[in-house]
């Protein structure tokens, strides 16, 4: 592991030569993991989405960005734009550290319309002389010649008495004429929470409204990335609690990424609502932000990562990618998540098939790749356990699995290539409220995503998988299924440059 002192991780990508960044390109390009249709960084790390927003015609989405490797060091935000949610184009960094405020990172925050004038809202990280954690929230806007203007002093200067330092994330919204922003934020009993500010104005003072009021008292000692929104009528509050200890099948990550739905009350920020999910079940989600897409449909898009955690691409540079985006409804009492329809654009070479799968492990022809969008339709299900057998060789496979008479999705990694360091087990269980029916799931050199139903449960995780391993099988644990199966090539043509 490459030893990174305080005086690297600080670095400035402004003082770094474009010879010295064309060299920590030119090594990471030749990395066996680079994605194809995620967003990933073209150097160094990145992580949460940043400033998701659809406005004047584009798609405008940042991520979190240290530009010299696989460290979490000084923040940047990365940006990219694209007319639709597929071909987003690089643009480089929009926002900087370099103000006295930010100057050890512009950490996660939103972008907001307001007067027909795009805004972000972040959190600014300082660390004093003696290392200690300021943080403030600081807006910046985009001018009438296109370029970003800071204003020169945080609009939340500081935490609200009773909280520590651990205070970050603005997510705004407007809601019956008034903006609003959540803020994540731990009290000074070192539990998570969240923060309502309000303002009638980005650029006019921000009013601390209090603590939204859930069941969730002791939920953790961090509450990070928190998200406000309504699905048909339903409040929804996403967040990401830390320190929430695993349960049988939950919380089996090192930080959890969630949600609670119910009504809450503006007036007296009193949220009643159902108990905590957990939007995705696989082994790297985090982060989450949600936006309106340009039919004003609730797109979220997460980091496929997590932190404290040692990927094997690390040594090579560089690490992690956003997940793909996904839709959000509210059906029939569920929250559910679909792929974006722009993903449909990526399709090519249509490939389907109709068939029994028994207890013989049957390899599909010419069904393999390590970079595609596979629909699976189970039509008859008379097996105890199927499994779909992906980027799968000799040596290797990622195993989906699923039980019929628990209804569980298993999601075995034991066989899938190099994986990443600490992290609990190697498989992740889930359970279907009713049959399996039907599988979506998209395929890129180092990661899979699994939409299991129709979106009720979701499955995100990077996989390291040696390039050979590119078939796909099917077996039962005894008797047959009857399965129609599609696939699509993913291929991204210069359009899509990620
Ligand atoms: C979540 C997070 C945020 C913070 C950012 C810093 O992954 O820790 O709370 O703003 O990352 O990069």
Redesign the pocket.
């Known amino acids: 592991m490459e030893q990174w002192s305080r005086e690297k991780r600080y670095q400035k990508f402004e003082d770094v030569s474009p010879e010295t960044m064309a060299e920590l390109k030119k090594q990471i390009d030749v990395s066996a993991f680079r994605q194809t249709y995620h967003i990933q960084p073209q150097t160094g790390l990145l992580?949460?989405p940043n400033g998701l927003i659809y406005f004047n015609g584009q798609y405008l989405l940042s991520h979190?960005w240290f530009p010299f490797g696989a460290v979490?060091g000084l923040?940047y935000w990365f940006h990219y734009k694209g007319e639709n949610l597929v071909h987003l184009k690089p643009q480089g960094p929009i926002i900087k550290p370099d103000t006295p405020y930010d100057s050890h990172?512009v950490?996660?925050?939103s972008a907001f319309e307001f007067e027909g004038q795009l805004y972000y809202m972040y959190?600014a990280?300082q660390r004093t002389a003696s290392w200690q954690r300021k943080s403030t929230q600081m807006l910046a806007k985009i001018n009438e010649q296109g370029d970003l203007e800071k204003l020169t002093t945080p609009v939340i200067a500081m935490p609200p008495k009773g909280y520590t330092q651990h205070f970050?994330?603005p997510k705004v919204f407007q809601k019956n004429d008034r903006l609003y922003a959540v803020i994540?934020a731990q009290r000074e009993n070192r539990t998570g929470t969240v923060l309502v500010y309000e303002a009638d104005h980005p650029e006019s003072t921000w009013t601390f409204k209090g603590e939204i009021q859930t069941d969730l008292n002791a939920f953790g000692f961090m509450w990070?990335?928190p998200d406000y929104f309504q699905l048909n009528g339903k409040d929804v509050l996403l967040f990401?609690p830390q320190g929430i200890e695993s349960e049988e099948n939950r919380y089996q990550n090192i930080y959890q990424s969630g949600y609670i739905i119910g009504t809450l009350d503006f007036d007296t920020l009193h949220f009643e609502h159902e108990s905590f999910v957990e939007l995705d079940n696989g082994f790297d989600f985090?982060?989450p932000q949600t936006f309106l897409d340009e039919s004003k449909r609730r797109v979220l898009i997460g980091?496929m990562g997590l932190?404290d955690t040692q990927y094997p691409t690390d040594n090579e540079g560089w690490a992690h990618c956003l997940t793909l985006p996904r839709i959000l409804t509210y059906e029939s009492g569920k929250l559910k998540q679909k792929p974006h329809m722009d993903l449909r654009k990526l399709r090519h070479n249509k490939e389907t098939a109709l068939g029994y799968a028994n207890k013989f492990i049957k390899q599909l022809h010419p069904y393999e790749g390590e970079r595609y969008e596979l629909n699976i339709d189970i039509l008859e299900n008379e097996a105890s356990a199927i499994e779909f057998h992906l980027r799968a060789s000799k040596n290797e496979a990622t195993v989906i699995r699923y039980e019929t008479a628990t209804r569980r999705v298993i999601l075995d990694r034991f066989d899938s290539g190099q994986l990443p360091y600490p992290v609990e087990d190697t498989v992740r269980i889930t359970e279907l409220s009713s049959d399996l029916e039907q599988l979506r799931i998209f395929v890129d050199t180092s990661s899979i995503e699994i939409f299991c139903n129709d979106g009720e449960k979701v499955l995100t995780s990077r996989i390291f998988p040696n390039p050979q391993s590119n078939k796909i099988k099917v077996v039962t644990d005894s008797g047959q299924v009857y399965l129609k199966m599609t696939k699509y090539d993913i291929i991204v043509d210069e359009n899509g440059a990620h």
């Open positions: 992580n949460d979190q979490h923040k990172g950490y996660s925050g959190t990280n970050r994330d994540g990070e990335c990401c985090y982060a980091w932190p």
